[in-house]
């Protein structure tokens, strides 16, 4: 495809959409927030600004980026028609923000011919935005970030998290306990987004999840690859729903081969 953007021009467009709808959201925070409805399971809430996030930034991606496709966790899929497509998580950390915890943000990815070359993930409350441009590094508000170096599984602080499903929690939890003893310690923060790009500023060492869909990890996952870190999935795989790992080059093998020995978790 020709005269695609440059993805610096993308990464602007995500920015400035990302801290629309981060405003959208933080003054909604103020009033009552309540779980609408529930998608896979009783424990995976929607709010009202979930979806009035995602509207918001479907609307505003159609006037600055007309043609474009759109994939987003609120329901939007197109195809588009430009090479462009645009993959977003309009609140990821819901379960946070109902709970008023600060782990909340708007994850906003731009793929070009199916490769992600920009992300955006914004934490209004945190104060925190990460931005990424494929072969341009990762930034937290402006400073380049570079992920841990650790380079064994006893000195890692490893993030993860859990799916909505009864059933992938069980599978889930199993793995935990075989990957508890090997390692530093776990944190369980919330927003797979943000627990990428904790890992980008290392403030974990690692992160690794089953069950993530795409709009989970497309922008959090440019930005700690970015900043460093292997991202994939298992056996040399591209991150995906059988499991994205995030992780210093040397810790990537052990931690992969740890969580591969148990069979991959049922999906939300
Ligand atoms: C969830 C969060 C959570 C992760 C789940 C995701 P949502 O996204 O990122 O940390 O463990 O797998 O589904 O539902 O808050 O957008």
């Not at 999935?233 to 740890?258: C, I, M, Q, Y």
């Amino acid at each position: 495809m020709s005269d695609l953007p440059d993805p610096h021009l993308l990464l602007d467009v995500a920015l400035t959409i990302a801290r629309e709808a981060g405003e959208l959201l933080a003054r909604g925070r103020e009033g009552t927030v309540a779980a609408e409805t529930t998608k896979s399971s009783p424990t995976d809430v929607v709010t009202a600004l979930d979806r009035a996030s995602e509207a918001l930034v479907a609307k505003r991606l159609g006037e600055l980026r007309p043609g474009d496709g759109l994939l987003g966790e609120e329901g939007s899929d197109s195809a588009g028609s430009t090479g462009v497509r645009w993959i977003v998580d309009p609140l990821d950390g819901t379960v946070n923000f109902l709970y008023r915890l600060p782990n909340w943000a708007v994850s906003i990815a731009a793929e070009v011919d199916g490769e992600v070359v920009a992300g955006v993930v914004h934490a209004p409350t945190l104060g925190a935005t990460y931005t990424a441009v494929r072969g341009g590094g990762a930034f937290r508000d402006g400073t380049a970030l570079t992920g841990s170096t650790v380079t064994t599984l006893a000195g890692a602080l490893v993030a993860t998290g859990f799916g909505y499903l009864e059933s992938s929690r069980a599978a889930q939890a199993a793995v935990l306990t075989r990957v508890v003893p090997r390692v530093r310690d776990i944190r369980r923060m919330g927003a797979a987004s943000l627990d990428l790009c904790a890992a980008a500023g290392g403030l974990v060492d690692a992160y690794y999840e089953r069950g993530l869909k795409p709009w989970d990890h497309a922008a959090g996952g440019l930005v700690a690859a970015e900043a460093g870190l292997r991202v994939g999935g298992l056996h040399g795989r591209p991150a995906s729903e059988d499991l994205t790992v995030a992780a210093p080059p040397a810790l990537f093998g052990p931690l992969t081969d740890l969580l591969a020995e148990d069979p991959p978790a049922d999906r939300d």
